[in-house]
């Protein structure tokens, strides 16, 4: 069984890699997405009992664990939650640069960058 | 134990409030700051009873100690809680000054306040992920203020970058939980001697990138000039003041007390590391012309020589690092607030910045590199205080380069800044100096806070 978990876990690891180095910046919130997924399972897979559920009065026989599924809960949402804003950075970045490849998004920081540096080296000649 | 409480519901309850309102109203941004006063009083009050040794701890709810979640405050997290309060306070100010460009700008900084306490206040690994989260989410909507087109590019690689970290850190916890059945810290170092060494190091490899991300560490460093040169000079300010805050403390705090077997292993890799993020730090900021663009590049820098502390280890170097990395977080907010800002005293505070950072006598930076040096000696490596003493050079190039630009070539352009903004950044200059002449507290907490981490290593 653990070893059925891990694998699934390293397959949505590797795939969510994968999307993240995409030039589409969807591609890339849903590799984030599937690498948290990834993370999520290895959570569960972390505290893997089978047993009863725990609740009060105890048994005698053995209980599963609850805090893995809590755990899991927990960052469920906070992925949720995240990809969301994720999501809206992503759809106010192709409002203002037209694009959703990230190609353009540096291309037009490098050409920031290249005009900076003109200054500067203008700023140089003027100096001396 | 109230103290410890206020401190995180006073920000969170006011953050929640003050979201929904507009922020551009100059009211909701004093009340904002209002209430980052307030925390940072009941932080005062909690290392009141904290920084004479004894460390505050209680489970929440009542519940017996391997059940409920552990909160707890000890002298290097009450430390790390307080400095990160002060800078957001400051860049909180700083904002408002300007006037506030965004209706969730002075809610956010206030839920980054709660995030930040409630992570350096845990005791437990999986809240700490999620107060961690909390901050992060906060500081990835805080990187897009402004809304012009670079901050959004720098929100979207610092979003997507930091949220890859995230995940890896989930993994390691997953892991630590795994191999020792528990997730309360004490617990953790206890029993994480007896763990399989290959485990182990899976582990603490692990968190070594979480944290190598967040702080910007040389391999992991891609995404942090961007965002540093992206976002606006308050947003930068709460970025490399209060949130790479974040990496140093959990570098510590997972590094040295949980996992002290393992970085004791990897002492010559963090050592590596950290001397090439302080040689590359160095040169590309010697090479830039940008003041945003050089301290983005020097905090590169900046970090490499907490990690080369915690690398050597023991009580000294450990001690070095805490203390580094404090002053690091004052020096960055003071330079990053000045950066936006024109007139007379911005100059003495420039030179100040750079006295500091380059570690020259009145600032407080020097007693960071006097500490970082006797580090070196209690290590007996001559390389190693080379190394120190280029990267103090290169600091030094890189400062006053910077000084000599925009200031000793005429008048800077734009107009001069309204009188309270420039006194804004005179105020964090003359801690700077005022802690470099009067340096026993902040030694003596460092070392205190050193001491609780070798606790955890010996136990």
Sequence with gaps: MNFVFALTAAVLFGAGAYLLL???????????????????????????????APIYPLRDAPISDPIVQS?????????????????????????????????????????????????????????? | ??????????PWMAGIVLVALDGRRRLVGWLAI???????????ALAIDVVPGRAVRFVTGGWPADVGIVMRADTLGIAFAMISAVMLLAAAVQAVLEGVGERTFPGLVLLLATGLSGLFLTGDVFNFYVFFEIAMTAAYVLTTYGGGRRELGAALVF????????????????????????????????????????????IAVGFFIAFGVKLGLFPFHFWLPTVYTGARPAAAAILSGALANIGAYGLLRFG?????????LGATTLILIGGASIVYGGVLAVSRRDVAETLAYSSIGQVGY???????????????????????????????????????????VFAVGALSVAGMPPAVGFLGKLALVHTAIVARSPALVVLLVAGSALSFVYMFQIYQHEFWRGPRPGHRSPWPLQVLPAILALLVLTAGLWPEPLLAVSRDAAAVLSRGGQR
């Excluded at chain 1, 995409?22 to 290895?42: E, N, P, T, Y």
């Excluded at chain 2, 040295?256 to 004791?264: D, G, I, K, M, Y």
């Excluded at chain 2, 907490?306 to 990395?325: D, E, F, M, R, S």
Aim: glycine share 10%; hydrophobic share 60%; proline share 1%.
């Design chain 1, 22 to 52: 995409k030039h589409d910046l969807v591609r890339v919130v849903v590799g984030v997405s599937l690498i948290s997924q990834s993370a999520i399972l290895a959570l569960i897979a972390s505290g893997l009992t089978r047993g009863q």
């Design chain 1, 71 to 128: 755990l899991a809960l927990t960052a469920l949402v906070i992925g949720l939650a995240v990809t969301a804003l994720l999501l809206v950075v992503v759809d106010r970045v192709s409002h203002a640069f037209h694009t959703i490849t990230q190609d353009d998004v540096a291309a037009s920081e490098a050409a920031r960058d290249a005009a900076l540096e003109r200054a500067g080296a203008g700023a140089e000649v003027l100096g001396e």
């Design chain 2, 1 to 10: 134990m109230t103290a410890l409480a206020l401190a995180l519901v006073i």
């Design chain 2, 34 to 44: 209002a209430a980052l006063g307030l925390h940072l009083g009941a932080l005062v």
């Design chain 2, 159 to 202: 979003a997507a970058v930091n949220l890859l970290g995230s995940s890896v850190f989930l993994l390691a916890i997953a892991g630590v939980y795994r191999v020792t059945g528990t997730l309360a810290m004490e617990t953790i170092s206890l029993r994480m001697a007896s763990v399989e060494p290959n485990a182990a190091i899976l």
């Design chain 2, 256 to 264: 040295a007390e949980l996992l002290p077997n393992e970085s004791a």
């Design chain 2, 306 to 348: 907490v990690l080369l502390a915690l690398g050597v280890g023991g009580p000294v170097g450990l001690a070095a690092a805490v203390l580094y990395a404090l002053v690091n977080s004052l020096n960055k907010t003071m330079l990053f607030l000045a950066v936006g800002v024109r007139g007379g005293l911005i100059g003495a």
